[in-house]
Nanobody, 127 residues
Framework: QVQLVESGGGLVQAGGSLRLSCAAS????????MGWFRQAPGKERDFVAA????????DYSDSVKGRFTISRDNAKNTVYLQMNSLKPEDTAVYYC????????????????????WGQGTQVTVSS
């Protein structure tokens, strides 16, 4: 059974940085692409970033490109989201998710493409 646990959220001023972590257990070998999504109150869950298992391919939403960086440490079964230059509009609950797509494919931007989700971590950016 796959379990994903996010951590690292919190309250930060605009312009600040946070690093989110997603610890995974139960993954089946070299096949899990990972993604980060976020959901603000009253809004849909939006794609933020994705990374394939080998970390050779990444994808970012236009709203975070150049400010956020997704990475992973497969030895630790952990995925990270480094968030810099944070803005109030980045305020949301952030979720990590995994997709069993093989070692080289990257997962997509639709939540429907993901198989397992974490419980989320709150990020609040004050102006």
């Amino acid at each position: 059974q796959v379990q994903l646990v996010e951590s690292g959220g919190g309250l930060v001023q605009a312009g600040g940085s946070l690093r989110l972590s997603c610890a995974a257990s139960g993954l089946t070998g070299r096949s899990s692409a990972m993604g980060w999504f976020r959901q603000a109150p009253g809004k849909e869950r939006d794609f933020v970033a994705a990374l394939n298992w080998s970390a050779s391919r990444t994808d970012y939403s236009d709203s975070v490109k150049g400010r956020f960086t997704i990475s992973r440490d497969n030895a630790k079964n952990t995925v990270y989201l480094q968030m810099n230059s944070l803005k109030p509009e980045d305020t949301a609950v952030y979720y990590c998710a995994c997709a069993e797509v093989g070692p080289y494919r990257i997962s997509g931007r639709s939540p429907n493409e993901y198989d397992n989700w974490g419980q989320g971590t709150q990020v609040t950016v004050s102006s």
